[in-house]
């Protein structure tokens, strides 16, 4: 496997000087392509703050951060956001969907951000959710479906355009446990189909069915594990 993301002795500092706050403090990390991280951390831990990093969410104060190879720290706010949109498939814990706009709408809209053509935007939505289940619930609201078909609509609109890393900030926060198992049953598929899953949890039993752990505690990296439960939740 090659290296995918590489963060090479990230800072994120606020208030430099004297009572400066180090939110991340010389965090070094590879991921290579098609692993299954989890990246846990209490609140205020910093895991948040790393995810913010790797997606280009936010910027390092200090250190490097490679890409498939490429220095992406000095990069303008443009690229980053152009990066982002090719190479990286959110999902929030709290779904984020546009309220006024169908399942399936909703999962077109990073696609109309990339400027393809309505046909293919089309194709590749309803493929996207079709792959969670929800073939059904296309031309449904938000309001419409339960919390768990939200979650999954959000998981199509990470996946449509195939982005090698999907990134899934506490996916399973807002869900029972049953559409919470569900929710990771397709993360771990999407996972074995290839892509680079980084999850961020402060859940460990979530955190096991990934298969290698990292823990965060006031923005240092304390553990890097083999999980030893792997893939184990049903």
Do not use: W
């Not at 590749?124 to 792959?131: C, M, V, Y």
């Not at 006031?218 to 890097?224: C, F, L, N, Q, Y």
């Amino acid at each position: 496997m090659e290296a995918l993301i590489e963060l090479k002795n990230v800072s994120k500092i606020y208030n430099p000087g004297e009572n400066e706050v180090r939110a991340l403090d010389d965090v070094s990390l590879t991921v290579e392509s098609g692993e299954f991280v989890a990246i846990v951390g209490q609140s205020g831990s910093g895991k948040s703050t790393l995810m913010n990093m790797i997606g280009f969410l936010d910027v390092c104060t200090e250190g490097e951060y490679f890409l498939e190879g490429r220095n992406v720290s000095s990069l303008s706010d443009d690229e980053l956001s152009e990066i982002r949109n090719k190479k990286i498939g959110f999902i929030f814990q709290g779904f984020n969907l546009i309220s006024s706009l169908t399942a399936q709408a909703n999962v077109e809209l990073p696609l109309v951000y990339r400027g393809m053509k309505r046909d293919e935007r089309e194709r590749l939505s309803r493929e996207a959710l079709t792959r969670v289940g929800l073939e059904n619930r296309m031309h449904h609201l938000p309001a419409q479906m339960s919390g768990g078909q939200q979650q999954r609509v959000a998981i199509a609109r990470a996946v449509a355009a195939r982005p090698p890393v999907i990134l899934a900030d506490e996916p399973t926060g807002n869900l029972d446990s049953g559409s919470g198992e569900e929710v990771m049953r397709i993360l771990r598929e999407l996972n074995d189909e290839g892509r680079t899953v980084i999850l961020i949890t402060h859940d460990n039993d979530i955190a096991a069915t990934a298969k290698r752990i990292i823990r965060i505690h006031d923005g240092k990296i304390v553990e890097d594990s083999v999980s030893p439960g792997g893939s184990s939740l049903a």
